[in-house]
């Protein structure tokens, strides 16, 4: 059963990595990073000027605190 689960858990990271990686990363590679919209200080990331909360960011949100 360990196995099984192991196996499904498996096929579904992969999964999301290809659905969910390809919608994520041209975002940020095109829209964060090379707008200069992002600034990292030590292990702190900064958007726009505002530090990132611990919940990450929400694409279709912006930062919201």
């Known amino acids: ?4 689960i192991k196996q499904l858990c498996s096929r579904l990271q992969e999964k999301l990595k290809e659905v969910g990686d390809w919608k ?3 975002f940020v ?3 964060l990073v090379a707008r200069g919209r992002v600034e990292i200080d030590g292990r702190t990331v900064f958007i726009d000027g505002r530090q990132m909360p ?11 605190n």
């Open 1 to 4: 059963q360990k196995a099984m």
């Open 24 to 26: 994520l990363y041209p």
């Open 29 to 31: 590679v095109h829209d």
């Open 54 to 64: 611990d919940c990450g960011y929400r694409m279709d949100k912006g930062l919201s």
